[in-house]
């Protein structure tokens, strides 16, 4: 029906408006009319998402700058303009020092530790076997799980003379035992093991998509011209996942600044407040919230966006221009 | 134009809704006057912290019916929120907007200097001379310069509960009365195995409590009030606790990795061992006698085993040696909030009421004559020496509100991980009173 209706349009309009139910009557637009009615209707279909944006995203990301600029515990309004103080501040405190070197160790841990795991592991459950879509399923099952019960999970496992000490101490592996949520030069790399742990199915199930996009005639090909497993491994599959991974690490990246959650909920207030486990987010939510210190909490919130967008911005201009700018040739073509 | 008119109409929309919206907001602005109490239905809104099912929320919920009853013309809104959030995030955020509840938590102390200084207090000073009366020195808490502006209905000092058979077992006479006799008890412990005391450093408060013990015992009484008023800590007492309490620390009198470990509310908590006799002490507030409970396995043993001390004195020092640490819950008024919630805060703690919650076991009543209730050995060890006590200190994160609070409470649990130092905690206080 739309179809008849639309091809009977003299303006030939694709949408599905009422307009395009009526054609008879109608006098054919001229083009800059339909021009316009295009904008009216981008604008009547954005407008929703765009208030919605602009008030939850774009308004409290200028009230954070805003704040940032005071003195200011929470009680009454900011009176007491300091400027960038509160910037000067956080980098002379040595546990928001702690807490952007932790979210290094855990960005680049991240890369270094996942990213070979789950392309080691999606390559394997790339391959035919019976049982696959199980492994498939439980290696995803971390992933899925709530990050607070994955916390307080681990936070169990870990505690001193809990299941990982008692599994060590069974294997005669004894001296290994640390005080894995207390020692504060371990903790870091404790939490790194238990965020990767989470998110490694995450990249797996990306690299799996990735891997049903590797077109089967190449491989064959391949094959056929006597490459071996590896070499079409290391030659056709892993070229073709480019884009996959890239997108990974970027996604990756993005998450480990911005990690809390996990953190939060694993290690103790104690030994984050000492730097051991702190992170930019616990930080600002342990100065911001807990120390009622609002201002100061905006200025560390904002550093922590500035730091996240240059790094996005970083990525996005080195790492994924091949790949975006794949996309707009091909809409060029078109 | 058809287009033109359609945009009209969004724009009519629009602008109706956030007429509505802002409509919807608004109301409740009307305050009557004393002697027009009872008369107009008022809706009193309540924030509170109990939040979780129990006998606290249940509690509440009755209170509320029961003063609902008796004058028909009060509603009364409540919510229970949970602690850190309401302290945090809700009540700050809802004092800064025209509209905050009318009656909510508060704790007293610096952080309520604060609000009174940003005026978002009713004081009811001249209605509630009869019930600070009952209360006594400890409703100073909620008071600013002199004036009262909210009243608490639960309070309670702090000291040492121990396991009366590993004292016996390890051949204690009786509960120290000084800390060298502490120190000397720590020593016996060890001798038959026992951890001597746990502490529940990974939450930060229970270790610093220590630091606020040895401050009490270091400073005088005027040093104190002077800080908590001015947050001015000049003086030598503040850096001589930390040395003490370094000192106590070297003694190794806590258990192994204690700076990961929780303080209450589970089996591996410090509250935890000792409820399940694997530690002999536990420093902690009058509130400990419920929460050991929830976490012990022998509900029984525990209630024979558990005893009560209060915080042991120093030779030879500044601070008042009956002096102790405490602090409670209460209540207080919004500025603009009707006169009723004036008069529903007097009922919650008036002697009735009180009798009912002191029937609870979660926490000691402030009303004189109601605390025959309590029938807990341990307990009545607590509410004697509250009554003894000359002088009670709110806990110093309280007192000297969350800004210093937080700065004062990392800088301690430093020293207790090894990495801080007593001059530490005084610089960090100062400049925390400076952010």
Redo the contacts between chains.
């Keep these: 029906m739309t179809s008849i209706n639309q091809t009977l349009d003299p303006a030939g309009g694709a949408s599905a408006s009422p307009a395009g139910l009526r054609p008879a009557r109608r006098r054919p637009f001229s083009r800059a009319a339909e021009n ?2 295009k904008w ?1 209707e981008i604008i009547g279909l954005t407008t929703p998402a765009i208030i919605v944006y602009v008030m939850f995203v774009l308004v409290p990301m200028g009230f954070a700058v805003y704040y940032s600029l005071f ?1 200011w ?5 900011p009176t007491e303009f300091v400027g960038l103080d509160n910037y000067t ?1 956080a980098f002379q405190d040595p ?1 928001f020092l702690d807490a952007l070197r932790n979210n290094a160790i855990i960005v680049v841990g991240s890369l270094l530790i996942q990213g070979p795991i789950a392309l080691a592991v999606a390559l394997l459950l790339n391959r035919r076997f019976r049982g696959r879509t199980v492994f498939r399923l439980l290696v995803f099952v971390p992933y899925v799980l709530a990050e607070v019960t994955v916390g307080i999970m681990w936070k169990l496992i870990l ?2 003379g809990g299941t990982v000490d008692a599994l060590l101490r069974s294997l005669g592996l004894g001296s290994l035992v640390q ?1 894995w ?2 020692d ?1 030069n371990v903790v870091i790399w404790t939490l790194l093991l238990v965020l990767t742990w989470k998110y490694v199915g995450f990249a797996i199930i990306l690299l799996l998509a990735g891997l049903s996009n590797v077109p089967h005639e190449l491989t064959e090909a391949a094959e056929i011209d006597g490459a071996n497993w590896w070499q079409i491994q290391r030659h056709i599959t892993l070229p073709l996942l480019g884009p996959t991974i890239r997108i990974w690490m970027f996604l990756s990246i993005i998450g480990s600044l911005q990690v809390f959650d996990v953190i939060w909920v694993t290690s ?4 984050r ?2 730097g051991a486990s702190a992170t930019m987010a616990t930080y600002m939510v ?2 911001g ?5 609002w201002g ?1 909490g905006n200025a560390v919130a904002v550093i922590l966006f500035v730091i996240s967008f240059v790094a996005a911005l970083l990525f996005q201009r080195f790492l994924l221009r091949r790949d975006i700018e794949g996309a707009i040739t091909t809409r060029r073509v078109n | 134009m058809p ?1 033109k008119r359609r ?1 009209g109409a969004v724009f009519a929309l629009l602008t109706t809704s956030a007429l509505l919206a802002a409509g919807c907001s608004g109301g409740d602005g009307e305050t009557p006057s004393a002697d027009e109490l009872y008369k107009n239905p008022v809706t009193l809104t309540w924030w509170h912290n109990a939040s979780q099912d129990g006998p606290g929320k249940t509690y509440w919920e009755k209170v509320a019916k029961d003063f609902s009853a008796l004058h028909p013309t009060v509603t009364i809104k409540q919510e229970g929120i949970e602690t850190n959030q309401l302290q ?2 809700r009540l ?2 809802a ?2 907007t025209s509209d905050p509840p009318d009656i909510f938590q508060a704790w007293g102390g610096g952080e309520m200097r ?2 009174v ?4 207090l009713k004081d009811v000073t001249e209605q509630t001379k009869t019930e600070v009366g009952g209360i006594g020195k400890a409703a100073e808490i909620w008071a600013v310069d002199g004036k009262q502006y909210g009243l608490p209905y639960k309070l309670g000092i702090e000291g040492i509960w121990y396991n009366k058979e590993m004292f016996a077992r390890a051949g204690i006479a009786g509960p120290p009365t000084t800390f060298d006799e502490l120190n000397d008890a720590v020593t016996k412990l060890k001798a038959i195995n026992v951890v001597p005391i746990a502490v529940g ?4 408060w229970p ?1 610093a409590h220590w630091w606020y013990n040895f401050a009490l015992r270091a400073c005088s009484v005027d040093t104190l009030k002077k800080a908590s008023v001015e947050t001015v800590f000049d003086d030598p007492c503040f850096t001589k606790a930390g040395q003490d309490l370094k000192a106590f620390i070297d003694t190794k009198p806590f258990q ?2 204690f ?4 303080g209450q509310n589970d089996p ?1 908590s410090a509250n935890g061992l000792l409820a399940n006799g694997k530690a002999a002490m536990e420093l902690m507030g009058d509130w400990n006698r419920g929460t050991l409970d929830t976490v012990a396995a022998d509900k029984a043993a525990l209630g024979k085993f558990i005893g009560w001390f209060p915080v042991p004195a120093i030779a030879n020092s500044a601070g008042d040696p009956k002096a102790a640490l405490g602090g409670g819950d209460g209540f207080a008024c919004a500025k603009n909030a009707p006169a009723e919630c004036v008069e529903f805060l007097k009922y919650i703690v008036s002697p009735e009421v009180q009798k009912e919650y002191a029937g609870l076991n979660i926490g000691l009543p402030v009303a004189k004559g109601s605390e025959s209730v309590i029938a807990d050995t341990a307990l009545k060890s607590v509410l004697e020496a509250t009554a003894n006590t000359t002088y009670l200190q709110l806990w110093l994160d309280t007192a000297f ?3 210093v ?3 004062m ?2 800088s301690i ?2 020293i ?2 090894g ?1 801080g130092s007593p001059e530490k905690v005084v610089e960090a206080m100062k400049q ?1 009173a400076r ?1």
């Excluded at chain 1, 919230?289 to 210190?293: E, S, V």
């Excluded at chain 2, 450093?201 to 930060?204: I, L, T």
């Design positions: 316009r009615r009216y003195r515990r929470g009680v009454g309004p501040l546990i505690t001193d005080a949520l207390a504060l103790v207030p104690a030994v407040s000492l342990d100065n919230f807990f120390a009622r210190l100061y | 287009i945009t945090r995030t700050p955020a004092l800064l604060e609000q200084e940003a005026d978002y450093a990974g939450d930060k270790a192994n990795n700076i990961a470990t929780p591996t509100g969350s800004t609070g937080q700065a409470n990392d649990v430093a207790f991980a990495s925390a952010k």
